[in-house]
């Protein structure tokens, strides 16, 4: 039935399914395990890390498996009559393009790591709201990677630094992924708890479409020091003491 609805083979559908869903399913197993959401989370950064190793082993050469889909994207902007998002020419443009076509598997783990951990997250909390059931599953604005995850980090692009590996630059960038996740969590608690208004969050997001790199950055900075300080445990901490 999926095969012809969407027009495609079943083998091509069940592709698509298992790559949708496994994440998802690996993650509610590693919950079971665990019975502690932060815990799953900080161990679905290591699985992302360790299959970004793995698919690096299996592609080998990632500018070479890369480049024919950074063509197809730039021909898919050209054919709209849009701007493509790599520089149309001159050695800075084949510079850009090598760059990206080097890192593009940690953005291609990120992603579905991210959608992995968001339909946890959600689907946990539309669990928590179902009549009669005891809240199990950590809520969104609850999300903290710790101290651990927060390590890792500065060792990896420290080390990356010193040594230039590009392995470890994006496996920098997959562990940076978890704070900016972070990060948002902690904007949302801020409203929520009533330490900011509402349309912080909002701005928050409209920002993140027209200054992406800047939004990014720094949501992920707050992310990162809310795991390695406890800015929220710090605010809870202090409204104790002012009751």
């Excluded at 197993?29 to 690096?56: K, P």
């Excluded at 669990?127 to 809520?139: A, T, V």
């Excluded at 978890?178 to 969590?185: T, V």
């Excluded at 949501?219 to 390695?228: C, H, K, R, Y």
């Amino acid at each position: 039935m999926f095969a012809a609805v969407l027009g495609s083979d079943v083998a091509s559908v069940a592709i698509l399914l298992a790559t949708g869903w496994l994440p998802v399913l690996l993650l509610v197993t590693l919950w079971q395990f665990t019975r502690s959401a932060q815990l799953t989370l900080q161990l679905s950064v290591i699985v992302a890390v360790m299959a970004l190793f793995v698919f690096e082993w299996a592609i080998g050469d990632s500018a070479a498996y890369w480049e024919p889909m950074i063509e197809a994207v730039e021909r898919f902007y050209q054919e709209r009559g849009v701007a493509s998002p790599f520089p149309a020419q001159g050695d800075e443009a084949g510079e850009f393009r090598a760059t990206v076509a080097r890192t593009m598997t940690s953005w291609f783990v990120v992603a579905f790591w991210f959608a992995a951990v968001m339909e946890f997250l959600l689907g946990g909390g539309l669990y928590n709201q179902l009549p009669g059931e005891r809240p199990k599953f950590s809520r969104f604005r609850d999300v903290n990677f710790g101290q651990v995850i927060a390590t890792l980090l500065v060792l990896v692009m420290i080390v990356a630094y010193l040594t230039g590996s590009e392995i470890l630059y994006q496996v920098g960038v997959v562990v940076f992924a978890a704070f900016l996740l972070q990060g948002f969590a902690v904007a949302h608690w801020l409203h929520l708890e009533g330490h900011s208004p509402g349309w912080i969050v909002v701005l928050l997001y409209v920002l993140l479409l027209s200054v992406p790199v800047y939004v990014v950055i720094a949501v992920a900075v707050t992310g990162f020091l809310d795991a390695w300080f406890g800015i929220r445990r710090r605010l809870v901490k202090n409204e104790g003491l002012d009751k």
